[in-house]
């Protein structure tokens, strides 16, 4: 089959360049539309548009809001906690440590200033790395530095009622595992003299039938008991852990949930009670800790209490 | 509104993606050390002492 001739190219004809300002014209547009073109935004089109876009914000801002709380306020709570710890240092490094007193709980009183750290906290269960320094004063501006001291209450290794407060959510969370401390658990508070022994009182499950627990026989239980069997009725709702309203101050009282009653300071236990929010994320309740007095030491070079080796 | 904000950054692509990001950069900015300093003490999550 021969092949078929090929058709003769018309003469390139050239047509002379225009100014293409037809395209923007809307009759263009409406008589080719383009597939993927979307229809031209209307009123009730921008309006949805721009109603979805403002949720996805918000989402996002309260996303960003967690992460704020969570992890970007531990971070400025760990420089400040850092610099609190470096003053109180550099402070007892500075002063000429006096020798403690013959009765090592018959301290003078420290000189608290609000906002500024004045002793060190430990809690041997929670790991060697959990120490902070604790402030005096409970606002915000005070917390956000580390856990802090309820002005007006006894002081470390004082007879009455140590109470500290602690975030337990953000702002370093001092107080994040609270909750499983368990009784005879060790506290320890380091002043710039002593070091003061605390352990969580038995809880409330606990209380009948401590003598019998096999728990109470163990070493670390020495010097903890109900204490509504060695101290009397006043102390009968004091136990290791409570949980209370927010309202319930009562629970830092010198006798915790004893108000009214005037006790002698030489009839009161020496107590440490930790306070944090309950539960977590949420302000609705508190979550308490009793502890008490078990032990103290004078502070001398490199000597370390044992209860700070207990796992 | 977002479509706005990409329309009304000036310069070419490369120019608008450093500006969109160094907008996002600042908004973050200020929610993180403005914003959220100023509204968590009004909010109910981390409330520790007794009354």
Redesign the interface.
Known sequence: MPPRPRPVDPPTEVIARVEDDHYDDDEYYDEEPAKDELPPDSLGRKAV??FG??LI?MGL?VL??VV??VY??DLLSAGKQEDATAALDSEWNSDVVTPPPADPNRQSKLNLIEGKAFAKMYIPVFGNDWKFSVVEG?T?KH?EIGP?H?KDTAQPGEAGNFSI???????GAP?NDLDLLESCNSIVVQTQTQWFVYRVLPMSSEVSGWASNPKSKEAACAGVAPLSTTLGDAYAKTVGQEI?V????E??APIPHQVGTTVPADKQARLLTL???HPR???KQ?L?VHAIETKSYPVADGFVPPEMTEA | MYGWIWAHLPGPLYLRVIEAVVLVLGIVALLMFVVFPWAEPKLPFNNVTTE
């Open positions: 548009r721009g876009e403002a914000t801002v960003l809001f704020y709380e970007v306020t409970t915000d917390l802090g309820y407060a602690g975030h337990r959510v953000g702002k107080f209370v927010p309202t319930q101050g629970v830092i306070t944090t929010c994320f949420s302000d508190r308490i």
